[in-house]
């Protein structure tokens, strides 16, 4: 089960079994796995186990409150540690390819470590990234930002929308909330070694251990890869780009007494790639196969760690207080060589190129507490929940754009391209800036039930805003402070047959790191959002099956800046509108066999008045829809086919814009994965292969840089459980 600080596991008492009818199932499911109800009390009636394969019944995410899913007032999508493992995931946004309303990989593939995704059309490559119910969303100045190791996660919420009312930097699109590993009562045991195409070699641990009587609990979890990858550089015998990653993460829960429980979790995360993806676009706009950067020179280094603890205390059956903290700090030193243009006079073929480098520094420290109470009021049962958070995140920038002795790098000829001439790093120091944003928040949140059957939820905060802006190059400083109140009300009602139509209006607030090509801090963004659908869950069924409608606008939505060389630059547009419909289905067709459908439509469009007023956003497709099948074969009771398993599944991403006047497009593509698993004892071996059949696409065209897309990957994988 999801939850901040592990409950102690006791059995409830048999021997005062309540009888629970279809209308009361969601209460008593919810009395049943809620870890906030005081240990020491004896949980009347047995309910089903929080996830049942892909499928999960509750989450924390989207209220700081253990809360039936059926019961959110809200989209919401979880991915599972077994969906994960089924489907070998092996980098953050390969985690998130069967999720609706969640654009992934729209610079194609990428090996560097950043987790490029839009959700309901927005930009969220680091606005939502959230971790264990806090923050992780700093984002640097340039290139830093957080980056995440999925072996070490236990399941991924994502929640979709505006959720600012309960996490202060929760964007319009929503949120991605990574639950870490921790340690648990059953310790996991597992060692796995994986080996793959691209020459790419992985060994990995999860080790865990308890004390005798449940009050200390411990668990490790490190990876170590090694591996090339599909980015290969013409004319160099086959030369690729080289990917190394190690990742520590230990843990210790303490439960000195039912009542408490400290966890305290850290981790190292060192990342190394010269995975630089950008392919230059011919002088005809054409795929010209060739890289812009160099094999000696393309380096996105960065060292990140962080130590974050947990602690729950349950004063009695009716007040539990919670405090959850976190520190992460990431460097990184980042240089490559970008093209701007070709010489269409005396080398028509012939591309000019520069070279940047950074120094950069990144660190946010989070700290939540909040107060939960459960109250009766005549007819009416509440959740209350009164916390205040504070958030603060420190960014530095050392930006180098050329040579003091005048070095100009050499351009290449797309025709006959030649990589390993010597490039120096740049030392022309061409920015020099800090930023720290400082946030306090203070919330409330009500969750009424009435008659078993309405939920209302009330939410609220205030936010206040203090940013500071050193430009060291010009000798400025620039402060600014803003607040801003945010709400949400969301309105459900449960049938007894597990249906639970709902209404709900959220908004969003978030200052956003960085500055314009101008150097000017952006302003904050403000989202809000009307959302209606049905979510249908049978009593005591292993499937949920949701569908959902949303108007949500944006205001001071970021764009990237088309008069910038690297690529890398935003400027800040006017409003976005987003609406559309989603559809998800997860659930346990039969014993073995799972399945995972989901469906999108966006509508996307500027609806400000500006150069681009009436344009869809480049990279945003309008459709896309997944489908995934797994079976395994041992309920059918033939031993030669017990351990066995297979699956498969097919993604289709529809066309996207290359620019934001929508002159050009890129093409709609479809992508096959499959799976092979057979098991065995202690052992588990698994092949996966995603894009099976090698769709040579391309996953969008922008600066005039094609983007390849993920080739045909695949890996096999040797667990051994002990």
């Known amino acids: 089960m999801e939850s901040y600080a592990q409950p102690k596991q006791e059995p409830a008492d048999q021997s005062k079994k309540q009888q629970i009818t279809p209308a009361t199932a969601s209460k008593a499911e919810s009395e049943e796995s809620d870890p906030t109800v005081f240990p020491m009390v004896t949980i009347e009636g047995k309910g089903p186990e929080d996830i049942i394969g892909y499928v999960a019944k509750r989450s924390i995410t989207a209220t700081k409150t253990d809360t039936p899913i059926l019961e959110i007032p809200q989209s919401i999508s979880v991915v599972t540690r077994n969906e994960m493992d089924m489907r070998s995931v092996q980098n953050f946004t390969e985690a998130l390819r069967y999720v ?15 987790e490029y995704l839009l959700m309901r059309g927005f930009n969220a490559l680091t606005t939502a990234n959230f971790r264990d119910g806090l923050s992780n969303a700093a984002q640097g100045l340039l ?23 309960m996490f202060g930097r929760g964007d319009a699109g929503g949120i991605v909330n ?61 030369e690729r780009a080289h990917n190394e990653r190690f990742y520590i993460a230990p843990s210790i829960t303490w439960r000195p007494t039912n009542a408490t429980s400290i966890t305290l979790m850290g981790d190292i995360l060192h990342n190394r790639s010269g995975s630089s993806p950008f392919y230059i676009a011919a002088p005809d706009g ?65 591309a000019d190129r520069g070279a940047y480098a950074t120094n950069e520094r990144l660190n946010q420290i989070v700290l939540d507490t909040h107060l939960q109470a459960r109250l009766d ?33 050499p351009g290449i000829d797309i025709l006959n391209p030649v990589y390993g001439v010597p490039i120096p790093r740049p030392d022309a120091l061409g920015i020099n800036a800090k930023q720290r944003i400082d946030q306090l928040g203070f919330y409330i949140q009500d969750q009424i039930r009435y008659n078993e059957n309405w939920i209302l939820t009330l939410s609220g905060r205030y936010d206040r805003i203090i940013s500071k802006d050193n430009d060291f190059l010009n000798d400025s400083t620039t402060n600014v402070k803003d607040s801003a109140f945010t709400g949400r009300v ?22 956003q790191a960085g500055f314009d090509s101008s150097n000017k801090p952006f302003d904050p963004t403000r989202g809000e ?45 006017g409003e976005v509108r987003s609406r559309g419909v989603e559809l998800e289905a997860r659930a346990e067709l039969l014993r073995g066999l799972n399945m995972i459908g989901s469906f999108t439509y966006q509508d996307v469009e500027n609806v400000k008045d500006t150069d681009f007023k009436g344009k869809m956003p480049v990279q945003v497709p309008t ?6 099948l797994d079976y395994s074969f041992g309920g059918l009771g033939i031993d030669w086919l017990r351990g066995f398993g297979l699956g498969g599944g097919v993604r289709y991403v529809g066309r996207v814009f290359n620019e934001e006047t929508n002159i050009s497009s890129t093409p709609a593509f479809t992508l096959f994965d499959a799976t092979l698993r057979y098991e065995r004892g202690p052992m588990l071996f698994s092949i996966n292969a995603s894009n099976i059949f090698d769709n040579r696409y391309i996953a969008s065209t922008f600066f005039g840089r094609h983007y390849l897309g993920t080739e045909r990957t695949v890996i096999g994988t040797l667990t051994f459980r002990f």
């Open 529 to 573: 959002q009307f959302e209606a659908g049905i979510k249908y869950q049978p009593v005591r069924g292993r499937s949920l099956y949701t569908v959902a409608f949303f108007d949500l606008t944006k205001t001071n939505v970021l764009s990237r800046d088309p008069t910038d060389e690297t690529g890398f630059r935003f400027m800040q547009l």
């Open 100 to 114: 609706p309303g969640v654009t992934v990989d729209q610079f194609g593939f990428d090996g560097r470590g950043f």
């Open 377 to 409: 009021t005549g007819p009416f049962n509440h959740t209350v929940l009164l916390g205040a958070d504070w958030n603060q995140t420190n960014a530095s920038l050392r930006y180098f754009g050329g040579y003091n002795n005048g070095f100009i790098p």
């Open 623 to 628: 459709t896309m829809t997944s489908g995934w």
């Open 286 to 350: 054409g795929f010209s196969n060739v890289l812009q950067s160099d094999p000696k020179f393309a380096r996105y280094n960065t060292n990140q760690s962080s130590f974050s603890y947990q602690i729950e205390h349950h004063f009695n059956e009716v007040l539990t207080a919670r405090q959850n903290f976190r520190y992460t700090q990431q460097t990184g030193r980042f240089q490559d060589l970008f093209s701007n243009g070709f010489n269409t006079v005396d080398q028509p073929t012939f």
């Open 490 to 511: 969301g309105l459900t009602y449960l049938y007894s047959n597990g249906i639970a139509p709902y209404f709900s209006y959220s908004q969003s607030f978030l200052p």
């Open 178 to 238: 990574r639950v870490t590993k921790r340690p648990n009562a059953n310790p996991v045991r597992e060692i796995e070694f994986q080996y793959g195409n691209f020459d790419r070699k992985r060994i990995a641990a999860d080790v865990g251990a308890v004390n005798k009587d449940g009050t200390i609990m411990f668990r490790l979890v490190t990876t170590a890869l090694d591996s090339d990858t599909q980015v290969r550089y013409p004319n160099t015998g086959g």
């Open 143 to 165: 290139f830093n930002s957080f980056i995440t190791d999925t072996y070490g996660l236990e399941r991924v919420d994502v929640l979709r929308g505006p959720s600012s009312v």
